[in-house]
């Protein structure tokens, strides 16, 4: 289906650009936020993503899916506007003597809806790379091979960014879970 | 379910799953698409103008070899000057002119393939 309206846009038709802004806006964003962690400027690197994939679409041969071709832009403007306003995405770091405690009652005694809080708050707080990574491979279910076309990281890389976002992940899970549940319980 | 029972990349799955978020600007598909008009509108205006300069630069590269070669017939002074050393001055500056407007058009075409990086 992307082939036909890409085809349609090349041929001077702009509007069906919207298709593609529709299917994909969603998780571009998903994408941008796990980089830069604040809404305002995920929604601006979108944008740009979306209007340079529009400008460059005649250089999108077709060798790998669209979507992978969107989302290395999505990428690459992310990491560029973390460079152009010197952000400084304070990322958690989990501390030596924090034991990983059992994450199952996590699942077991929340709604749908904390749960998506409690994991979008754990994203925010991770570092750029390792949410991203966890998001693309888990969410995304894109392949090792996949990522690295995406992000111009190696196979071994994302392994070891796979490996330590979740442990980084469930530590603070259980971290803010722990604190919240003293709270009400206090 | 125990977490024993299943494999970790089944529980992120599961987790990240949830992590599924919706752009929550509802005019953004509307900015793109303004962005995008605006874009069409600067590209139509550039390849115009790109075509009227290679124009203009091409009718003035033939007419500085016509007129180099049409001084060399000329074998009285001009404004008191040896016709000689005109078309030498003449030449000399017409070269000049010519490389620094092919040394630009290397440069923008390298520019326009640099724009044009992102492929698949």
Known sequence: MDELYIRKVLNGDSDAFRYLIRNYKDIAYSLAISVVKDEYLAQDVVQIAFVKAFTKLSTFKGKSKFSTWLYRIVINEAFNAIRKRKYEVVSFEGSPAFTTPDIDSFSLEMDAEEQRYYINEALKMMSAKESLALRLFYLEENSIDEISGMTGWTASNIKVILHRGRITMKEILMKQYDTDKKILQS | ?120
Do not use: C, Y
């Open chain 2, 1 to 120: 379910m125990n977490e024993n029972n299943r494999s970790e990349d089944d529980f992120f799955r599961d987790l990240l799953s949830k992590s599924k978020l919706d752009l929550p600007f509802s005019d953004f598909e509307e900015n793109v698409m303004g962005q995008i008009e605006k874009e069409v509108l600067h590209q139509h205006d550039f390849s115009r103008e790109f075509r009227l300069s290679r124009f203009f630069f091409i009718m003035g590269s033939l007419f500085g070899i016509i007129l180099s070669v049409l001084l060399t017939q000329i074998h009285e002074p001009i404004f008191g000057i040896n016709s000689m050393n005109l078309t030498l001055l003449f030449e000399v500056i017409f070269a000049s002119v010519l490389f620094t407007q092919i040394d630009t058009l290397i440069k923008f075409r390298k520019w326009m393939s640099a724009k044009g990086e992102d492929q698949d």
